[in-house]
Structure formats: structure tokens, C-alpha cells
């Protein structure tokens, strides 16, 4: 099904959901929200040099982060995957703390979490998932690898080199693509050919799956389906959970300036988090006072990351020069000592 016909209509259902897995997504959906609001606030107030807004991706990212196993499986994220690394179960203030670039991706522990660090790279994380699934299957162990990229990295070359990869090699990975339909101002259909990023699947040898991205019960069963079958040694699956980028690309864009307006506010009335709710409260999975609840709770939490992000110490100046080589250079020592004879003045 191309992109252009599902345009994201339609209620959605949780009945085919656990009542508890429900409130779950809603509870880091909820949250995610908040501390999303809380960010770019921040970039205004000049605490981040700039942020890269998630709101509308909740969904695809809080449900399909929910299907793996944070004990076993490892995240590979983008720069926009901040709704996943809050339900995956990732130190929140170290994480923002890379949107006020205090740290080379962050100061969260990667190792410990299970959660890459944030890649710039467009497409980048995507070979580096395989590699580590193919090393773990090459351990013996059952770990899941999660690519995240976007419609955009889409058509870069390393992705497609890491699919056929892959494929060839059975590897334990799914590769979860967030066709949010803008490839910073480049719209899907000036830059994916044939208009399925899931149909491409096929070619690798894999399956494909196009999913409502703000259908939270339909990515979950479609990203535990995928873990599961690479898990059980099937191999990879490519997932393309379609929703919209209803902020611009970043605090740093104007997107009044390529595309219309009236098609986001369409994809805005259709918030992944109201048509949860709603489903839910359908199903009875939840009440108004569980609604409630959360709402109080989810503000309070995200003003806890922000505080914390907001006055998290600077590290010292000197770290420019850490990390830059195993054994450092002439160049570098001279530069070094330059910034420090002017630090000292």
C-alpha cells in the first residue's frame, strides 16, 4: 500500500491487547509528550542550541520500543528516537543532556542500556545494528537489534548495503523506519521511488510491513511479531510505520516554507495519544481517573528531566581534546596547550 492512500483515517483498537500493556504505552506516550514540550521550551529559553520535536511519533516509538527486551536486545537510535529511549528505560536526563551538547552522544551508559548513542549520521545506525546482530548471533546469544531510521535515510546507500547484508546473513534485526513523509523539506514522493519503503523488502528477502504509525496497538504487534521471528532465527523484517511530522524538522526549520500547513493540522487532529485513549476507554482498559492520573504524573516527571538537564554541571573544557585519538598527535597536544594558555589568561 503506498503512502499516499493511507493517509492515517480511521479509529484504531487495543482489543487485542493486555488492559495492562495499554495503560503501559499510554503512561510513556503521555510522558514522552510532556517532556517533549518541556525541550523545545528549552531550546527558547536558550538551554539547548537546538531540538528535534518527536511530537506525533509517540506511537511508532514508544510501542515498537515496548516489544523488545531491554535485557537482551539493543536500540541503535537516530537523533529523533527521545519517546524511545524514555520507554526502552534509559536515564532520561543523561539523554537530553546531548540535545545541550554536554557530552559526545549523551551521558547516559550506553553499554548498560542497551541504547546506542544518538547518531547524527543519516542512515548511520543502520549497519551498525547489523553488525552487532550479526556478532550476536555469531555468540550464540538471542539478542534483537533495532535500526531506527526515517523515511529520508532511507534512500542512502549504507542502508541498503546493510539490508542485503542482512538478509545473506540472517540476521537478528528489525528495521524500523519512521516514514514521517518529510525528509527535512524533500517530500516522500520526490525521494522514495515506487512509494513503499516496506515493499523493498522483498528484494532483500525479507518481509515488509506497512503499519498505521500512530496506531499504537497496530506497531506493537507488528515490531513483537518481527522481535520474535528474528529472535527464533528467521531473520530480519523491515517495518514501515507511516505518521507525519507535525513540527518542523527541527527547532532550527520553517516549514511554512515548502509545504502546506492544512495537511499537517489534518495529521494534528489525528493524535496518536487521543486515538489511544479513546480505544482504551472503549475496551475498558482504562478509566477517566487513570487518564488523570497520568496527566499529573507525566507533567511531574518531565519537569524532573528538565530541571535536571537544565542544571546538569558543564564539563570541563579540556575534554575537547579527550577521545580524539587512542594516542594523540603533535597537532592535537600544540592545540591543546593553545586553549589553555588562553584559558588561563
Known sequence: MPPEESTGQGAITVAHLAPELTRGLYRDMRTARDLDTEAIALQRQGVFPAYVSVRGQEAAQVASATALD??????????????VALAYGVEMVGYMATHRALWHGGLYDVMGSRFGAINAVVG?????AVGWAVGERLRGD???????FGDGASSEGDVHEAMNFAGVFTAPVVFFCQNNQW????????????GSIAARAEGYGMPGVLVDGNDAGAVYAA???AVQRAREGGGPTVIEALTYRVEPHS???DPGRYRDEAVADRWRQRDPIDLLRTAMLQAEHADEAFFATVATEAAQRAEQIRDGVASAPEPDGSELFTHVFRETT?????QHRTWQEEVEL
Do not use: C, I, K
Open 70 to 83: 531491554p535485557a537482551r536486545d539493543f536500540v541503535f537510535p537516530t537523533y529523533r528516537e527521545m519517546a
Open 251 to 253: 527547532t532550527s526549520d
Open 330 to 334: 603533535e597537532e592535537l597536544t600544540r
Open 223 to 225: 515490531t513483537d511479531e
Open 124 to 128: 548511520g545506525p543502520v549497519p551498525h
Open 183 to 194: 525528509a527535512l523539506s524533500v517530500p516522500n514522493e520526490r525521494q522514495v521511488a515506487g
Open 142 to 148: 538471542q539478542g534483537v537489534a533495532m535500526a531506527y
